[in-house]
């Protein structure tokens, strides 16, 4: 375990357009549990116009948004962001991309119009929405991921699929996850970490959480960190209320 004078550098794009159903409270959450083992965590949010320098951030973060979002800001990402995002990618930079994010990571985005917004193909997937009559993919959503569970809230009209040896993040349990029909939820890629689960993920989490902190950290310094446990009492509450909540239910 390394001193309390690691840092670690959130990348937060698009905070004003990209945050539905409590997504900021992932940036709080990554925060508080590094500030809490006294790692210092400063957030720099990345908005229109922004650039991305590939090596000045640790980790990067994007929330979800409706579809009138993602065109909003489909453009910008791709020319101000697009390439050094990839770049940071290979390099081993932490990723987590939620919802609307998650799918401008992937190849493209097919709107029921048909009209498609390029992706950044950071994850080898699309997106395609079925058309307005087709019912959202919505509710309260359990996935088992690495010998734990991940749990949240789901609401999409996109249908996501995974190409040929992309690894889902988790597998569904109780839900929808990518597409509501081959049990996945979720795409990883490096240590880039796509998902639908809002709600918001990292609080109801908090393994998860310090999975991506300690995978920055590791990233950052060069050597394997074993992060300070922390009282979870509330958060564990939190997610076994989401489990109880799933099960009664079914």
């Not at 001193?3 to 004003?16: C, D, G, K, V, W």
């Not at 990402?77 to 994010?101: D, F, I, N, P």
């Not at 097919?110 to 992706?119: D, K, N």
């Not at 950290?217 to 958060?235: F, H, K, T, V």
Request: proline share 4%; net charge positive; hydrophobic share 40%.
């Amino acid at each position: 375990m390394r001193s309390p004078s690691m840092q670690l550098r959130i990348a937060h794009l698009y905070p004003r357009v990209m945050n539905v159903y409590g997504d900021r409270g992932n940036i709080l959450s990554l925060v508080r549990r590094c500030r809490a083992r006294g790692i210092d965590a400063s957030v720099t949010p990345l908005g229109g116009g922004a650039a991305l320098v590939p090596d000045a951030h640790d980790l990067i973060f994007i929330g979800g948004a409706q579809d009138r979002e993602q065109r909003r800001i489909a453009d910008d990402l791709q020319s101000t962001k697009g390439a050094a995002l990839r770049e940071a990618v290979e390099a081993g930079a932490v990723v987590l991309a939620v919802c609307g994010g998650y799918q401008l990571f992937g190849r493209f985005y097919r709107e029921s119009s048909g009209a498609e917004l390029a992706g950044l193909g950071v994850f080898d997937l699309w997106t395609e929405h079925p058309g307005p009559g087709v019912p959202r993919l919505i509710g309260n959503v359990v996935a088992e991921y690495d010998g734990d569970t991940l749990v949240g809230f789901e609401n999409h009209g996109g249908r996501t699929y995974l190409g040929d040896g992309m690894e889902p993040l988790a597998r569904v349990r109780s839900g929808f996850g990518n597409n509501g029909k081959d049990g996945t939820e979720g795409a990883r890629y490096k240590n880039a970490f796509g998902t639908y689960i809002h709600g918001s993920l990292l609080p109801k989490n908090p393994r998860f959480a310090d999975r991506l902190i300690a995978l920055a950290l590791c990233r950052r310094y060069g050597e394997d960190i074993r992060l300070a446990p922390l009282d979870d009492r509330l958060e564990d509450a939190a997610h076994r209320a989401a489990l109880k909540l799933v099960g009664s239910r079914r």
